[in-house]
């Protein structure tokens, strides 16, 4: 599948000449020529990109591309020139160009290549278009046969071009020749050397005959300093922009190994801080945190209302990563991190040990679970949240309250001033909160075909599963309870017959009307604000609720106005018996049931984690704590529907 990409640049490594333009008298000195080879077609190991080609027929390329030194984009002082042409025959890339500056970095370059320093090329691209070729599969590209896995960047963008002491691939070279009056360029490696006061090289050596560096000292520099670097490279193996500034600098071994275990130590301290998704700016200067990336799979996979969720800002901001697999989500969460992923997602185990190996890919997975658990969980139904009343607990055991129904008016105040003591009903109600949970895993197949939909597809069936788990223990409850409340049998004047009629709804009124409390005195207040029904009255229901005529017979004078109009909002649970319908008072003040929520949370749980180690994936688990029970029998009138 390919896609659409623009978030870090590909930097490949190749072969840079630097040739010195000589004078000539009478006439001003000409600018050193670079001659590069940039590219040659093949498969390089490019970062968190892993293996990657670059389709040459797809690159676009100007004529005039700034040369930089080790790619400073920022500051110039890193400008050394320009290019003048770039060839690109479809199989390899070479450019060639002028060096123009005259800053300290631009001296010390030329001044290291004419003393023989190797040099080397590297050639930052932007890719536009990029497609991921699966283990096994062979593609011509470049002229070549290239066998899978691998990234192929069909489409790209020359950026920029720089020269670099040391570039990603070891094997390549750059050989400079200075400026004339520099030291001769089969004299390679000398210890170390300054520039005078007119840019010109002072050779520094151990050896030296009238002020001049003899043969002898400048090979024996040169043997020291190739062993130097070599050791360099091999101290410092595992951190390249630690290496490329001690061979600039011409640290020591000993130096370097005291470097890289400062920077160890200070990574590790940083690890172990956990800081809660710092921005972090990528090679493009794109701002990338595990909100900003959850937000790109959200948008990608089609989640509605991205701006109510995530904030506008951050939407925006999440729609520059393109993110469009889990291999892009993975690459660009390593990369975050400062990390290459070195490895393609048919090599799961080791993809999934990058992929963990920051934290900010479990809070992507867990954000992201969470937003389309939510959506899934509003799928269904929220009837049951206007006839009860939502309580917050703090543990898992049975909390037991008094009725919410005053048994005593206001008292008048004793002779001494004296407030008399009021007291609630003596019936009790019980709730008591528990857990339901599920667990689903994305597995071993899921990660190979690559298929982002899998981090929102799954979460939004669990949150539906979430939200019918809940409706069903909660109208189990309200059944039963209707079992024991406004059965025949029951003591109760809360319960009439009949399909659901303006005449029928008007008994149920007359017997919300006459209502007492546990004194015997009228209920009062709010006679009714919804008309929960089955599937059997919802229709009649939005029928009178909507209506504002009632046709007569010609044979009898009554009203045609509808006194219910607008009157009792009807409310439709599937999860009803079809016939009986019910009046049921508003229950802030008085709730039919029950709903408890630990720690007053009305939303299930998500969290994830690495797979067991005898499973190749990665498991997400939601669990939900609620209670429901049965509240107050005098807020409602019941009707048995026939």
């Avoid at 590069?36 to 390329?61: H, K, T």
């Avoid at 129904?405 to 002779?415: D, E, F, H, I, W």
Wanted: glycine share 8%; charged share 20%.
């Amino acid at each position: 599948m390919k896609q659409k990409q623009k978030l870090h640049e590909i930097v490949a490594t190749g072969t840079c000449r630097i040739v010195a333009a000589q004078a000539e008298e009478g006439k001003p000195a000409k600018l050193p020529r670079i001659e590069i080879e940039a590219y040659g077609g093949g498969v390089m190991n490019v970062g968190w990109w892993g293996p990657v080609v670059i389709d040459l027929a797809g690159m676009q390329a100007q004529s005039a591309v700034p040369i930089l030194y080790a790619h400073g984009t920022y500051s110039v002082d890193n400008i050394l020139g320009q290019t003048s042409a770039v060839a690109n025959d479809g199989k390899t890339l070479a450019a060639s160009g002028e060096m123009m500056a005259e800053s300290e970095i631009a001296r010390n370059v030329q001044a290291l290549s004419g003393i023989g320093f190797k040099f080397q090329a590297s050639v930052g691209i932007d890719p536009l278009e990029y497609s991921e070729i699966a283990a096994g599969a062979a593609v011509t590209v470049n002229g070549k046969e290239h066998v899978g896995p691998f990234t192929l960047v069909a489409q790209s963008k020359l950026n920029e071009i720089s020269i670099v002491p040391l570039g990603a691939d070891a094997g390549t070279s750059a050989r400079i020749a200075a400026e004339h009056g520099a030291v001769a360029p089969n004299q390679e490696g000398v210890r170390s050397m300054k520039l005078d006061a007119n840019g010109k090289p002072i050779v520094e050596v151990d050896g030296a005959q009238d002020g001049q560096p003899t043969a002898e000292a400048i090979r024996a520099a040169a043997v020291a300093e190739e062993s130097r670097i070599t050791q360099v490279r091999v101290v410092a193996k595992d951190h390249p922009e630690l290496m490329a500034a001690a061979i600039e600098k011409g640290h020591t071994p000993e130096q370097v190994e005291r470097d890289v275990l400062k920077a160890e130590l200070a990574a590790e301290r940083k690890r172990n801080e956990r800081p809660k998704g710092p921005g972090i700016n990528g090679t493009a200067g794109r701002e990338v945190t595990p909100e900003i990336m959850a937000a790109a799979v959200s948008i990608r996979a089609g989640l509605r209302n991205p701006e109510k969720a995530f904030g506008a800002e951050v939407c925006n901001k999440a729609s520059e990563l393109k993110i469009h697999s889990l291999t892009d989500l993975v690459r660009v969460a390593c990369a975050a991190a400062g990390k290459a992923l070195d490895f393609s997602r048919h090599e799961t185990r080791e993809f999934l040990q990058a992929a963990f190996s920051t934290r900010d890919i479990s809070n992507v997975l867990a954000a992201t679970a969470n937003k389309f658990i939510m959506e899934g969980y509003q799928e269904v139904e929220q009837t049951w949240r206007l006839v009860a009343a939502i309580r917050p607990v703090v543990d898992f055991k049975a909390n037991t309250g008094v009725r919410l129904v005053m048994s005593n008016l206001l008292q008048a105040l004793a002779p001494g001033g004296e407030i008399q003591h009021g007291s609630l009903s003596d019936e009790t109600r019980t709730v008591q909160a528990d857990t339901k949970a599920l667990m689903f895993g994305i597995t071993r197949k899921d990660i190979i075909n690559d298929d982002l939909g899998v981090l929102t597809d799954i979460p939004a069936k669990i949150g539906y599963a979430a939200a019918d788990t809940f409706n069903t223990d909660f109208w189990a409850a309200f059944e039963a309870a209707v079992a024991a409340n406004f059965s025949a049998s029951a003591p109760k004047s809360n319960q009439t017959t009949g399909a659901l009629t303006i005449a029928t709804m008007s008994a149920a009124e007359a017997l919300f009307l006459v209502m007492k409390n546990p004194d015997g005195r009228p209920m009062g207040g709010n006679v009714g604000t919804t008309l929960l029904c089955g599937s059997t009255a919802f229709t009649p229901a939005r029928e009178i609720f909507a209506g504002t005529l009632v046709i007569n017979g010609e044979t009898t004078k009554q009203s045609n106005a509808n006194i219910y109009a607008n009157r009792f909002a009807p409310a439709f649970s599937a999860y009803l018996s079809a016939a009986p319908w019910y009046l049921v008072r508003n229950p802030r003040p008085m709730p039919l049931m029950v709903a408890a929520f630990l720690n007053g949370r009305e939303e299930p749980f998500v969290e994830t984690a690495d797979a067991d180690f005898n499973t190749l994936g990665i498991q997400i688990r939601c669990y939900y704590d609620y209670g429901v029970s049965f509240g107050e029998w005098r807020a409602a009138v019941r009707s048995t529907g026939a």
